[in-house]
């Protein structure tokens, strides 16, 4: 049993992406010494904790099979309402407003996929550019709105107990929807629903109602993340997140996420985003230019996702032991079951 | 006595097809009702209606003598129907308990027990036999092995109506004689079971009654004491069975496929077999043996190793029609040609009146109806799709055809003009190796029959050994 476990763990893709996370974490503290101070760390988590939270709501609606491309104008809009409303109402009515606006667009994304039939892919795109659209009119100028100290501010900047509060807010939503698609019957009609429209429907789960539920969380999460961005630098603005739907997309995948729906792993996010975002600190600081930057994220993305890819079909350490033993002990190939 | 459950002249139009035309079936409370008939005959479709899954175009339901109207899965599994559908309803990516107790979790305090849900799911498991952990995820269980977790499922709270729809499809005897033993069990304690096959041998086992269904209508509703075995096939298919197959087999001549040793990965090892001109060779095998998968290994779909020579062409028709063989938007024409694409025209040119021209001959020769190149293959009936795929290689100039499940989905009369096709077509000196889960078929075309079980050919027989007992006794060994 034990030894049985200790395979499981072997095997499971979360323990393999840390692996590959901390080596790069590893490369980098040599490379840099500024790189492996605590300093550094909690600067590098607080910027993760922005795009971890679009990332954990990106992943409850993909254990559905929900696609959503419209998370980064949702952050944008948020931000923008958020900022808006703060001159206007104050800070803690903004933030309220902000979030039921970004729900708001939940609920439109699930009522045109699964009412009006449209594609997923097409209708978030197409809401995406709606949304930007929105996000300029409320700003009046790509300058955006700035955020006076206050509740916003607060939440962006500050700290408790020398933790900053983005990070805090990160953990408690990946607290919750941890325990959403792990442990309520809701979550696992997500994932149901993701895995096999047709047995969930069968066993009397709403498909649509599911898929609705997706949308709704992967606008909440860019709502909240939208207003700890606003938060952070300051200000509401209108191109805020720009093209960084891509790479939560893409640490999610990379953390084991299946974008067929499904199979969904919180842990796996959160590891996604960290070396993500430990990719960017590390390669500023090494002052890598920012065109190399990008053009150095798009090949490290793409080994990793294909290291992680190699786990998943089965190629894992456990199974390179196996063949690595056979070799040695010239034993014939496994025959087919 | 009041029945269980009651349908009343249902009526079911799909596009193009009257899937049922009035159909009457009445379920006691306490027995097994089998319900009989060919591919395509209703079966599938009455079942889903009962299941909330498909709503009637008129007609009515009535549970206990009381009309209802079924909106949905839920509203059936409301009222207490399980279905153990055809195609595995399961979830691949959750763990085997939790597909069998899908939609009703037991949960605590709002969340999911996970204690209970695999205290709960152990029961049921244990009814059908099954012995894998239950944590396990369900994708990684054998085809078999996944049918009896959905039978489990079926069984995991009280229902009072029980559905299996071709349940024993991929199971070996003992399972299969398991289940038997689950379904009387159930009857003993009420519950009203309909038993939907196209086996009738199958039936003695379990069924009180039967009904046989053709083309959308009942033909009749008899017990099963007060019937026979040959009377059932006779009311299932409207005609006599032997009937259906090519009688006169040409002299085989120079070997025209032979394969060695061939293995793929978890689905064959070590098979060897020959084809010679002008001969049917079948490899049978029940669902999940690999026989089915064979085909594409020779074909070079799927990595395998092993020894394969090819005199002349290889076509390879799919097992899955519409997912493998059609471009189901396009025209026959188009289908007919899109293997020998280079051929209409000069280097590097396609001329489309040239592939017209050759999906006519094709047409012509498979007797295709209709017999116009230009009309959509979605609108064509199952043995027609097929006819227009084997088109496909006959038009490339293929002489080993490979076939894999040619007849699934296809009805009788266009399944017999298959039959007399792949005939002709080995007559004018072709090879055709079919790989078939239909008994009847292989036993009725064949001229050797290669019986597959967990990947690998345990006995091959032909002439006076190739009887339906001796196939179906070496596949279930």
């Known amino acids: 049993m034990s030894r049985r476990l200790a395979v499981r763990a072997l095997r ?36 993760a904790a922005v ?88 700003a009046g100028s790509s300058a955006g709105i700035v955020v006076e100290d206050g509740p916003i501010v607060t939440l962006g900047q500050h700290e408790l107990a020398g933790v900053p509060l983005p990070i805090l807010a990160f953990a408690a939503v990946a607290l919750v929807a941890y325990l959403l698609l792990a442990h309520t019957p809701a979550g696992r009609a997500l994932l149901a629903v993701g895995g096999n429209p047709e047995a969930a429907r069968l066993s009397g789960i709403s498909v649509a109602g599911a898929q609705r539920w997706g949308y709704i969380a992967s606008a909440g999460a860019a709502g909240v993340a939208g207003v700890l961005l606003a938060g952070r630098t300051g200000s509401g603005l209108p191109q805020a997140a720009a093209g960084q739907e891509l790479l939560v997309y893409s640490a999610v995948i990379l953390g084991g996420t299946s974008l067929w729906g499904g199979r969904a792993t919180i842990v796996g996010s959160v590891l996604g985003i960290l070396f993500v975002e430990t990719l960017r600190n590390g390669l500023i600081l090494e002052r890598v230019s920012p065109y190399w930057q990008t053009i150095l994220q798009g090949v490290f993305l793409i080994v990793a996702v294909w290291l992680v890819r190699q786990q998943q079909l089965g190629r894992d350490p456990v199974w390179l032991a196996e063949r690595v033993g056979r070799r040695l002990r010239r034993g014939p190939p496994a025959e087919a079951r | 006595m009041t029945p269980l459950l009651e349908a009343v002249g249902v009526v079911k139009t799909f596009p193009g097809v009257r899937a049922l035309d009035g159909v009457d079936f009445e379920l006691r409370a306490g027995e097994v009702h089998a319900l009989l008939g060919e591919n395509g005959a209703g079966k599938s479709t009455l079942m889903r209606i009962f299941a909330g899954d498909h709503a009637p175009d008129s007609g009515e339901l009535r549970f206990d003598g009381r009309p209802v109207r079924l909106a949905s899965p839920a509203d059936a599994l409301a009222h207490g129907v399980r279905l153990v559908a055809q195609e595995r309803a399961l979830v691949p990516t959750l763990s085997v308990a939790e597909n069998v107790l899908l939609g009703r979790l037991p949960r605590r305090r709002g969340r999911v027990d996970w204690p209970a849900v695999r205290a709960a799911a152990a029961a049921p498991l244990a009814r059908v036999g099954l012995d894998v952990d239950p944590g396990v995820e369900l994708g990684l269980l054998r085809r078999d092995e996944q049918q009896l977790v959905e039978v489990a499922k079926a069984l995991s709270d009280e229902g009072r109506v029980l559905i299996l729809d071709e349940a024993t499809a991929s199971l070996s005897t003992s399972e299969s004689e398991r289940l038997f033993e689950v379904v009387r069990n159930l009857r003993e304690h009420g519950v009203g079971i309909v038993y939907i096959t196209h ?146 025209g000069p280097p590097g040119l ?84 079919l790989a078939s889960s239909d008994l009847d078929e292989v036993v009725g075309l064949a001229d050797r029959v290669h019986v597959v079980s967990r990947g690998r050919v345990v006995a091959v027989l032909a002439g006076e050994d190739l009887r339906h007992e001796r196939v179906l006794e070496a596949a279930t060994r």
């Open chain 1, 12 to 47: 499971s893709p979360e323990l393999y992406l840390f692996v590959v996370l901390a080596a790069t974490i590893a490369w980098f503290s040599i490379a840099n010494p500024f790189f492996g101070t605590s300093a550094n760390f909690t600067g590098l988590a607080a910027g």
């Open chain 1, 51 to 138: 795009l971890g939270i679009a990332a954990m709501g990106v992943t409850v609606a993909l254990a559905a099979g929900s696609i959503d491309f419209s998370i980064a104008a949702t952050i944008a809009l948020a931000g923008v309402i958020a900022a808006w409303l703060d001159g206007h109402v104050g800070g803690a009515p903004a933030i309220a407003g902000a979030l039921v606006a970004a729900l708001a667009v939940g609920v439109v994304n699930g009522a045109v996929v699964t009412r009006f039939g449209i594609n997923p892919f097409i209708a978030t795109l197409a809401m995406a550019g709606t949304l930007r659209g929105i996000a300029f009119l409320v």
């Open chain 2, 199 to 344: 086996r009738v041998g199958e039936l003695t086992a379990v069924a009180d009654r039967v009904t046989v269904l053709r083309d959308g209508r009942r033909v009749g509703t008899s017990a099963l004491a007060g019937t026979t075995r040959e009377r059932l096939v006779e009311q299932m298919v409207g005609r006599k069975l032997a009937e259906l197959y090519p009688r006169e087999r040409p002299q085989p001549g120079e070997p025209r496929l032979c394969v060695e040793g061939l293995t793929a990965d978890g689905m064959c090892s070590g098979v060897s077999l020959e084809v010679r001109a002008g001969e049917i060779v079948a490899l049978f095998g029940l669902v999940g043996s690999g026989a089915t998968e064979i085909p594409y290994a020779i074909a070079g779909d799927v990595a395998a190793h092993g020894h394969v020579e090819v005199r002349g062409r290889l076509g390879l028709v799919p097992a899955d029609r519409r997912s493998e063989g059609l471009f189901p938007q396009a025209t026959v024409g188009r289908n007919i040609g899109a293997a020998s694409l280079d051929r209409y």
């Open chain 2, 350 to 433: 396609y001329r489309r009146r040239r592939e017209t021209a050759a999906a006519r001959r094709q047409i012509a020769a498979l007797d295709l109806r209709p017999p116009r190149p230009w009309a959509p293959v979605a609108k064509l009936s199952g043995g027609n799709q097929q006819k227009a795929v084997l088109g496909r290689w006959l038009e490339r100039g293929a002489d080993v055809l490979l076939l894999s499940e040619p007849t699934r989905g296809v009805d009788v009369g266009a399944r017999a003009e298959i039959y007399r096709l792949l005939g002709e077509l080995c007559a004018g000196g072709r090879s055709v190796l």
